[in-house]
Nanobody, 116 residues
């Protein structure tokens, strides 16, 4: 059974930085694409960043140049380094694991709040 546990959310001022972490278990981690999504109140859940099993990355336009996704296959971890944070980055951030068969697993989410 796949489990994803996020950590690292919190409250920071605009311009600050946060690093989110996601610990995965129950799957052959290195075979899966990993991603971070976010959902603000009243809005849909949107992709923030994704990293494939080969290490290719993809970012939402709104975070390009500010956020960096990375993974450590030896530790079954995926990270999201967030710099130059803006109030509009406020959301619940979810860790995502996508299997080669394109089945999605989700973490419970971690709140990120950016004050202006």
């Amino acid at each position: 059974q796949v489990q994803l546990v996020e950590s690292g959310g919190g409250l920071v001022q605009a311009g600050g930085s946060l690093t989110l972490s996601c610990a995965a278990s129950g799957s052959i981690f290195r075979l899966n694409a990993m991603g971070w999504y976010r959902q603000a109140p009243g809005k849909q859940r949107d992709l923030v960043a994704q990293i494939t099993s080969s290490g290719s990355t993809n970012y939402a336009d709104s975070v390009k140049g500010r956020f960096t996704i990375s993974r450590d296959n030896a530790k079954n971890m995926v990270y999201l380094q967030m710099n130059s944070l803006k109030p509009e980055d406020t959301a619940v951030y979810y860790c995502n694991l996508r299997t080669p068969a394109r089945y999605d697993f989700w973490g419970q989410g971690t709140q990120v709040t950016i004050s202006s």
